[in-house]
């Protein structure tokens, strides 16, 4: 097969799977929903009241980068479930050209739809605010907008990495989730800077006007980069090594 037509294959998998095609809706409509709800309770003094206007503009990244994991691991779980594997590697028997295609299918969905989603949320927060507004001219706005997209799509990656490592949606969940919202803050206290080179808070400093400590924007972005080759490295290597 061509490598087209195994993108194109991996492409109808992502939406005749309604796991991974829910989570992929979820990263765009959650987001959005929260965006809503939280800007429309919460008054511009408060929201301004934030050292970091760009950042708190954002907020509801927290959630997306949820939905991505979701949409990174259920995307390749399925390919476990009922020897999907099998069916998969029989019609694509290069096994590099299968796992490579994947990885493009999942990122360039998760980049578009992080795209739209970081746009979407930065207008609909904007709207509720009116003078107290920022808009894309503010410095390090459309940076973020874009960072955004980019940072959902490798979280995604990094999922998708792990799921194929491990080869369960639940464990990869089970492990990320907690490891996203609660280790770095435990780390962060205890070890200061180190805390800044763990995926999510490295992912998320392109979202910061002026980011804190020793990492920047697009090196934070970087790092975060890291991450997700190191996982998908891990597994290409499963994929590579063990039987389907």
């Known amino acids: 097969m061509s490598v087209t037509a195994v993108l194109h294959s991996e492409w109808i998998k992502i939406r005749s799977i309604r796991a991974s095609l829910g989570s992929l809706i979820a990263v765009f409509a959650a987001t959005l929903a929260i965006t809503l709800l939280v800007f429309a309770t919460v008054g511009g003094a408060e929201l301004n009241a934030d050292e970091d206007p760009v950042f708190a503009a954002f907020y509801a990244i927290n959630f997306a980068q949820i939905a991505a994991i979701a949409f990174g691991a259920t995307a390749v779980s399925s390919e476990y479930a009922n020897g999907a594997l099998r069916v998969s590697l029989s019609a694509v028997p290069h096994r590099g050209l299968f796992y490579a295609a994947k990885a493009a299918a999942m990122a360039g969905a998760a980049f578009a739809v992080g795209l739209a989603t970081a746009f979407a949320t930065f207008f609909a927060g904007q709207a509720f605010l009116g003078e107290d507004s920022i808009g894309l001219g503010e410095p390090g706005a459309l940076r973020a907008c874009f960072g955004a997209g980019i940072y959902l799509a490798l979280m995604a990656l990094f999922a998708a990495g792990l799921t194929f490592l491990l080869r369960s949606a639940t464990a990869v969940l089970s492990l990320l989730i907690p490891f996203i919202l609660i ?31 020793g990492v920047g924007p697009w090196t934070g972005l970087a790092v975060m980069a890291l ?16 039987d389907a």
């Open 183 to 213: 280790v770095g803050f435990v780390i962060g206290d205890l070890a200061g800077n180190a805390a800044d080179y763990l995926p999510d808070r490295a992912g998320q400093q392109v979202l910061h006007q002026a980011p804190e400590g």
């Open 227 to 242: 991450w997700a080759a190191a996982a998908l490295l891990a597994g290409w290597w499963a994929v590579r090594r063990r």
